[in-house]
């Protein structure tokens, strides 16, 4: 049952750079209504000024994530309805990134640190080979497929604490990432990986909090990966394999 | 926080938890028959045992605190890694400075 | 807070315990070399380790020790549920086990304070 | 204000197609200068992330390129460039294996550990590769690594092209017209090559499926530099789109055709099933034949509330419907609706644009230095496009751009100076709103979408037809009078949208004006005035070009190079499947 809803929404939208403000519009209220639609309003009815950022509209470009009512979320699969509280949204850029306009956050930081885990394949055969045999119901498969749809949405990363107090940390989705790789029986690029991870802003900085675990759109599950990641690069660090 | 620091603070940890259980359930042996110096001091005196577990207590201790404070004064004080460092240093000789004192104190006195 | 980020999400039971945990390792961290200090005093003779030990006696000073000891006790579980997530395989009942990890420190610390 | 940049390759685009480009044109010369630009961040916009069901492509034992090939050729009712066929089938093969071995996908197997293919409509082999049904993301995120991987490929997100700008001498491209959708700062970037990759997007339709941003901007542009498109009447509608009502953004998504597979109900406003009126195969019946029963159904005005009908599965059993479905079932409730147990609105949905721009099997065009791959080229799927053979399009000639291009540079060294005067041009074009009083840009929208709905959609007439293209006119006029306040043109949608809907007017009037020029009923084409697909062997493909503002339609003979119609690669034994 759809609970009664009143007919509007109170929705305070961020507006500015770093040293914006919250302003506050009244939206009607739908059956069928996400908070991207909520924010779609305000532009084309209320403040056609107002910025945000979406592509495919329905989770899959992870484009969307915005901080609503405290908690990172990807908006175009968040019916309102789940998060309004009290009459009331309040929705904000994704945190941890530098904020552009509005409600739009610069993912490149996200990105580079994607990049730091090494979370890209490196091959070790060519287009002019067959394909490799791997059976799926062996144990690194199902691992790697346990975390690989992730959809980079940014909501993990916004919602760690760690990532919050220590601007070297890769983060969870990177080191997720990561982790599908070490489990992906073609790459040829462990090694390195492993070593980078394993380094300064690696996945020895994640204490476990959860808050990945416990908001990612995607049911992934990164705190596991991490763990994954630590128990492995500590053996590799015990048997002396880290460069 | 990397691998080898890493190692360090769990292994640490690990090893602390045995130590910690029969520390604890020393104190409440001791504390039932009412905590004195003299109690203290006759159980340690000389033991080679109790000296060899408390220094690794402290050793442990030093070694798993002093990364710990690094990790906190770099996420919630804002240090650069650098003196964090510093920081780690000075706690880890304070901590293994006074504990392998009072190890001393204790097993000697 | 002001900003673009009102950082008001998680506060939940895991997340309170994690910070829990952190509060109470810089605690001990703080508390041990106190701890040392005091031992250490034996070096100068078991009267002055008696006459601090008597100090200790004191209701208010009991009460820190107690929640020193209650702080141990916390830090322990709180390190070993980081230890089961990062070693053992992954399990969903996180809170549980959480709550019931901050039950078993209460638990000490009464039956601590209960004893002495 | 104009800020310039220079590089020897722009490619348009992070869908497979764009993306691709990138790293064949790094693999082909590696000390030349990429730079790849994206409406919205890299890889995470576009349409190639969003393919569900898979890819296509003969690489399982018992297929083969040929029967790959008759399949496509079929299935485009004998309308597709057979060379361009011919190499997209052909290519994907080793385009899958490079996913695969270099880029880092990891395609579903079977339990022995080969390649696993799944059916999919309108073929004789299941070879449907896919990482389950989220196959997109695993495509492009693969990419999008490789590419951040390479600092040498300059990143220019959140970057819409408004112009393609032509050398002072008119004979090339000399490179594009941009702005920087985060500052509003235009940016002209000099190249040597240009790459269209813009991933077409039907979104003029009142439902449609592609991603938001995608609003034909390649095909307009490509149109204003006199460039010919065709099969433009070619668009193809997805039978089950969600209707979530008004203002919904998720309105027009798909929802999975396995529903209809399944054994889903399709019922209309007065709780009948209606597919068996229309077909003995009821609601198993195609993809063109459901979409169209949905469409008379709803013209009937036999819908639900909301203007829709309705797709139910509670009769299979919610428990067993919320197992299998589990990601279809999840996005319903997002938006409110129960699948498993309840009824869940759709409607069909514009889905894919078979029509672009004309092209050689090397993607160059009429326009030396201008290349063009993906969605926005025309030719490889004629009447209709083969579920999977979409993202095997665009990473075939995207890779196949991606090589090309280097040579092309070395053999025309150089870069052009550009028409100075067809930059200010662009410029004062997209400005054009600023200097205007305000105006209802989503007014127009609104009115825009219902026309080409009701009017050049689904079911077509001469008449439907001829008062489109007047609507469109006016529309268009309208368009040209809304205005938009300038305070500030960073990150500004209001002004994006204004750009997107002048693209989507211009290509909505192609659309129709192919539409009524097509007198046969073809794929995804139908005219109810000319129901019949007509003489297969004198096939024609729709050439439209626009010569001083107004469009030139031509008809151009198909040339059935590898086959002719009633011919097979086949052998009988092979064709018997
Ligand atoms: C929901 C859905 C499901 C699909 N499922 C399948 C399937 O199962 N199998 C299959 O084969 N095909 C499928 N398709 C079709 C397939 O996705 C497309 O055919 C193909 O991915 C197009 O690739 P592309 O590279 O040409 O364009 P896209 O991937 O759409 O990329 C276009 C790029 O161009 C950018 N762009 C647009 N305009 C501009 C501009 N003005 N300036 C700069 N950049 C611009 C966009 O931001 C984007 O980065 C599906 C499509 C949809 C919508
Ligand atoms: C049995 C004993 C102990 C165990 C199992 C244990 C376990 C742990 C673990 C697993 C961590 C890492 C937490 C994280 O990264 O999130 C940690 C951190 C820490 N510990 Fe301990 N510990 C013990 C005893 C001690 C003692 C005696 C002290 C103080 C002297 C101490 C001080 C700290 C500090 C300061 C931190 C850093 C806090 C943080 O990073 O959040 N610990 N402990
Ligand atoms: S792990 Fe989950 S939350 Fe994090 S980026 Fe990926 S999909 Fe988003
Ligand atoms: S929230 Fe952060 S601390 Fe670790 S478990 Fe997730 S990465
Ligand atoms: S718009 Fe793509 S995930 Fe929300």
Redesign the pocket.
Known sequence: MTPEVAETVEVSLWRGREDGRYQTFTVPLRQSQTVLDIVTWVQRHADPTLSYRFACRVGVCGSCAMTVNGKPRWTCRTHVSKVVDDGKLEIGPLANLPVIKDLTADMAPFFEKWQKAEGRFVPSQTRADNLAVVSPESAERRTADAAIECINCGVCYAACDTVRWNDSYMGPAALNRAWTLVNDVRDAGNRSRLSAVASDGGCHNC??HQSCEQLCPANLNPTASIAGLKRRTMQAYIKGELG | MNVRLYFL??AT??L??PL?IVHVVVIFYATRRGLSAAEILSRTRGSLGWATYYSLFVIA?TV??GI??R??SIEWGGLRPRSADAVMWGMGFALLVLGLRAVTAVVLA | MTGPHNAAYRRDALWIF?QI??VS??L??IF?PVHFLALGLAIEGEARLQGFIAWTQNPFVKLAETALLFT?AV??LG??R??VIENLPWRPQQKQMALGAAAIAAVVAVAFLLSV | MLERLQTDILILGTGGAGLFAALHALQADPDIGITIASKGLLGKSGCTRMVQGGYNVSLIPGDSVERHFMDTIEGGKWLPDQQLAWTLVEKAVERVRELENEIGCFFDRNPDGSLHGKAFAGQTFDRTVHKGDLTGIEIINRLMEQVWARPAIRRLEEHRAVALIPAKDGASVAGVLMIDVRTGVFRFVQAKAVLLATGGGPTMYRYHTPSGDKSMDGLAMALRLGLPLRDMEMVQFHPTGVLAGRDTRMTGTIIEEGLRGAGGYLINGGNERFMFTYDPRGERATRDIVSRAMFEEMRAGRTTKEGGLYISMGHLGPEKVRKQFKGMVERCADCGFDLAGGLVEVVPTAHYLMGGVICAVDTSTELPGLFVAGEDAGGMHGANRLGGNGVANSTVFGGIAGDVMPGWIRSNPGHRAPDESAIEAGIAAATHPFRQKAGDVNGLRERLLDVMWDDVGIIRTADSLGRGLAHLDAIDGELHEAGIADTDRAFNLTWHDWLNLKNLVATSKVIAAAAMRRQNSRGAHFRTDFPDEGDLPTSTFTMVREEHGKLQIAEEPVQFTIVKPGESLLKSKDAAE
Do not use: E, K, P, W
């Open positions: 204490h476990s | 603070q769990r940890a690990m602390m938890v910690i201790a798993h605190a710990g404070v990790t906190v | 994690a945990h952190r390792g810089v001990l961290a041990l141990l830090h322990l390190g070993l980081v230890l």
